[in-house]
């Protein structure tokens, strides 16, 4: 059985900044394609940054380029979302996922990921 124990969220103001970790049982981070997804209330569940197994090839999507950072660190085995500028938009409860696929892209359809999160909310003040 695949955990995957997230941590960082919280209350920031508008333009603050925020940094979310995940860190996977049973696997090294870099034998895992992973990925951020993000759900706010009454919207469906939406990807925010991944990037594939193995590799360093990270994949935003449009609304956090620019603003967010994805990064592995292999020696703590841990996965991070760099969140800057942040935006009350930004408010939502926010998933790392997990897949062993070992594909050539960034997997960012939430059915293509294995494992979850339990979730941490973030959530951004105006």
């Known amino acids: 059985q695949v955990r995957l124990v997230e941590s960082g969220g919280g209350l920031v103001q508008a333009g603050g900044s925020l940094r979310l970790s995940c860190v996977p049982s049973?696997?090294?981070?870099?034998?895992?394609?992973m990925g951020w997804f993000r759900r706010a209330p009454g919207k469906e569940r939406e990807f925010v940054a991944g990037?594939?197994?193995?590799?360093?090839?990270?994949y935003y999507a449009d609304s956090v380029k620019g603003r967010f950072t994805i990064s592995k660190d292999n020696a703590k085995n841990t996965l991070y979302l760099q969140m800057d500028s942040l935006k009350p938009e930004d408010t939502a409860t926010y998933y790392c996922?997990?897949?062993?696929?070992?594909?050539?892209?960034?997997?960012?359809?939430?059915?293509?990921?294995?494992?979850w999160g339990q979730g941490t909310q973030v959530t951004v003040s105006s």
């Open positions: 996922a997990a897949s062993p696929r070992a594909t050539t892209t960034v997997l960012t359809a939430p059915n293509e990921y294995a494992y």
């Open positions: 049973g696997r090294t981070v870099n034998t895992y394609a």
């Open positions: 990037d594939r197994w193995g590799g360093t090839s990270p």
